[in-house]
């Protein structure tokens, strides 16, 4: 099945800076990349997605950039803000089944 | 777009007793439902697969006599915890394609606490 590998657990940014989460997965039949917010106790929130026949997309601050050949992708948010703080997870969907990674917790510091 | 209704959204049990969930998908025909389950601070493990009209298709590991999922209608899936034990407790949440969105559009449920005591 498929594997979702998402790197930091963890990540700190100062208020205004950027913040990178990176994803990998080891189904290469994977075609749906999809990032979800998730806030304690919710439902996990589309914020962006993404389909492998694209490399990149981006919707205001954020953007996430797929490299099919490495099997990775990431999120990319630019002037972070207190609100960003929450729990982030990347998806990795086959047309069917969609798996997560293990999430990174972001805090934005004021 | 595409809504799941999740009930009920928390609930508190006692052990040894049974918990249903229902999902019901509000204005699109939910043909499969996927069922997760979340530990604090942990991710969305897939559970189940339910496909209208079929069984359900587990994941490894996941016990399919006590995690009961029937799926009779185009818009309805129930997740049936049996003998529930405090090691159950966690948040279940429900998800669903609309494949009528144009996209891979997988719509949540706003999930549930289960608390076993």
Request: hydrophobic share 30%; proline share 3%.
């Amino acid at each position: 099945g498929e594997n979702v590998e998402q790197h930091p657990s963890t990540l700190s940014v100062q208020e205004g800076d950027s913040a990178v989460i990176k994803c990998t997965y080891s189904d290469s039949a994977s075609n749906y990349f999809p990032w979800y917010k998730q806030e304690l106790g919710k439902r996990p929130q589309l914020i962006i997605d993404i389909r492998s026949n694209v490399g990149e997309k981006k919707d205001q601050r954020i953007a996430v950039t797929l490299n099919k050949t490495a099997k990775h992708f990431s999120l990319h948010i630019t002037e972070t803000q207190p609100e960003d703080s929450a729990v982030y997870f990347c998806a990795a969907s086959n047309d069917y089944k969609l798996s997560f990674g293990a999430g990174t917790t972001v805090t934005v510091r004021a | 777009g595409a809504v799941v209704s999740q009930h009920p959204s928390r609930v508190i049990c006692k052990s040894g007793t049974s918990v249903k969930i229902e999902c019901r998908s509000l204005d699109f025909q939910a043909t499969t439902m996927f069922w997760y389950r979340q530990f604090p601070k942990q991710s969305l493990m897939l559970m189940a697969t339910s496909n209208e009209g079929s069984k359900a298709t587990y994941e490894q590991g996941v016990e399919k006599d006590k995690f009961l999922i029937n799926h009779a209608s185009l818009t309805l899936s129930t997740l049936t915890v049996t003998s529930a034990h405090p090691e159950d407790s966690s948040f279940y949440i429900c998800s669903a394609r609309d494949l009528d969105t144009g996209g891979n559009g997988y719509t949540f449920g706003s999930g549930t606490r289960l608390t076993v005591v």
